[in-house]
Each structure stands twice: as C-alpha cells, then as structure tokens.
C-alpha cells in the first residue's frame, strides 16, 4: 500500500499531537498508583484537618522524591552511555 501526501501529513499531524501529550515534565495524577484523597481519609482523618493536610503534603513530597529519582537516574545513564561508549 502506498502512502499518499495527504496520509503523510496525516500520520506526521498525528504523530506530533501525541508526542505534546507525553513530555517528560508532566506529573502523574498519583505516581504512587493510588489516590491520595482515598489513602489520606483510609488512615482515619478528617478532611480539613490539619492531620488531612500534613498527610496530603507527605504524599506530595513522596511522589516529588519519586520523580527526581527517576530524573536522576535518567541522567545518571546518559552520562554513563556517553562516557562509556560500547565499540563492537
């Protein structure tokens, strides 16, 4: 089958939109798996409360630890591939 233009600006149109939907600096709803209205009121706390509001900030900081882990990491291995390139 071949490929008109018209498919080719339609497949690159495509291609386009759906890489602006998966940047890397996007945060996930929960990078836990979990929500963390639902985890913070299983532990037993009321919302509003200020034991509600430390809970949620704990999430927070868990999951910001979670990402710059990752990011680190990511950096981390391009660092290594490129100072220690594998010559077959």
Sequence with gaps: MRLTSTSLI???LA???LSA???R???????LGDDDDA???ANG?????????????DRDVQ???AINRADRAQR?????????????
């Design 10 to 12: 339609a497949l690159t």
């Design 15 to 17: 291609a386009t939109l």
């Design 21 to 23: 939907c998966a940047r």
């Design 25 to 31: 600096t996007d945060i996930p709803m929960s990078s």
């Design 39 to 41: 985890i913070c009121r």
């Design 45 to 57: 706390v009321a919302v509003g409360s200020p034991e509600y509001a430390a809970c949620r900030k």
């Design 63 to 65: 999951r910001s630890n």
């Design 76 to 88: 981390n291995l391009g660092e290594y591939m490129l100072n220690n390139p594998s010559r077959p």
